[in-house]
């Protein structure tokens, strides 16, 4: 029966839900990851390891590169990379590069670990959200609790461990670059072996037109050792700050580097005549020894350098 008060069409019912908002696949980023070491450190080895393989929100690829040892007893994620010889720090990192794929490329050494398992993803989140940033060394942490040096903070005017800034030079032991980027800088210098390949890094960084990144409020372990552990620390420490000038610098600027360099190292060890004289060994090297391929930095990156605080003359 029909009803007056009814409507005499009843309202359809929509044909097509509305769609639902877009939503973006997030993508996760790949890390190559290169672990040097020399299998002297089999403990300080799993820690560091086992430290990148608790990364989460990344993909990673995971090389150890034993230089000078066939690395053994790894986690099965962990491809590995024996060096029938000890190469050099610098060339032994650069082995590993070749051997793991990824946007990004991570270095880590054997005695440093990483505590924070989302380490990588807030680094490599800081990398996209400035695209300037093309290099970032984290604050360096002694796990014990022992006071962590200063030479670990790689800025003249040191400040706090935990404020970020702009550097000109980095501690080698965890560094992030994105792959391209890396590329671009030439890889490690080899024929340093040891010794200031991490203000080389650096540098041809800032020429690639990026910068060198200090990020105060990430984290990396490692213990407090020193560098003049090593008998070749004076002199590989005096010659490669020679190869480092005639490799990098614009030629008025070589004398004045190695110039201001000595004269600081004067001030620091005049008291250790046996240190001066192992420097000055190592200087006369520099100077006399083939330091292999030159690229100087442009002046574009000279001008870069002193605006952001540092010109390289020290």
């Not at 980095?170 to 890889?187: I, K, M, N, S």
Request: glycine share 10%.
């Amino acid at each position: 029966m029909f009803d007056p008060d009814s409507p005499l069409i009843e309202p359809a019912s929509p044909l097509i839900e509305p769609a639902s908002p877009l939503i973006e696949p997030v993508e996760i980023p790949t890390v190559g990851v290169v672990v040097l070491t020399q299998g002297t450190r089999p403990d300080d080895l799993e820690r560091g390891l086992l430290s990148i393989l608790a990364q989460q929100g990344v993909a990673l690829d995971v090389v150890c590169v034993g230089n000078g040892w066939q690395p053994t007893g790894l986690p099965a994620a962990v491809k590995t990379l024996g060096l029938p010889e000890n190469l050099g720090i610098p060339a032994g990192r650069n082995r590993g590069v070749g051997q793991v794929s990824g946007e990004y490329i991570f270095f880590l050494d054997d005695d440093a670990s990483i505590p924070d398992p989302g380490f990588l993803s807030a680094a490599i989140g800081q990398l996209r959200a400035d695209p300037t940033i093309g290099l970032i060394q984290p604050q360096v942490v002694d796990p014990s609790g022992t006071t962590s040096p200063r030479r670990w903070i790689p800025r003249i005017r040191k400040g706090e461990a935990g404020h970020a800034s702009n550097v000109f030079s980095v501690w080698e032991g965890a560094v992030l670059l994105p792959r391209a980027v890396f590329d671009a800088t030439g890889g490690w210098a080899e024929p340093f072996f040891y010794a200031h390949e991490g203000i080389e890094l650096a540098w041809r960084v800032w020429n690639t037109g990026k910068r060198a990144w200090y990020a105060g409020d990430l984290v990396a372990n490692h213990p407090v050792i020193q560098p003049t552990r090593h008998s070749y620390y004076y002199r590989l420490n005096a010659r490669n700050r020679v190869w480092l000038a005639r490799r990098n610098l614009p030629a008025p600027f070589v004398p004045l580097y190695v110039g201001s360099w000595t004269a600081i190292q004067l001030l620091r060890w005049w008291r250790h005549p046996a240190a001066l004289s192992a420097w000055f060994g190592g200087w006369r090297e520099g100077w006399r020894s083939d330091p292999g391929e030159r690229k100087p930095m442009s002046w574009r990156t000279v001008w870069r350098m002193t605006r952001a605080g540092r010109p390289p003359i020290v």
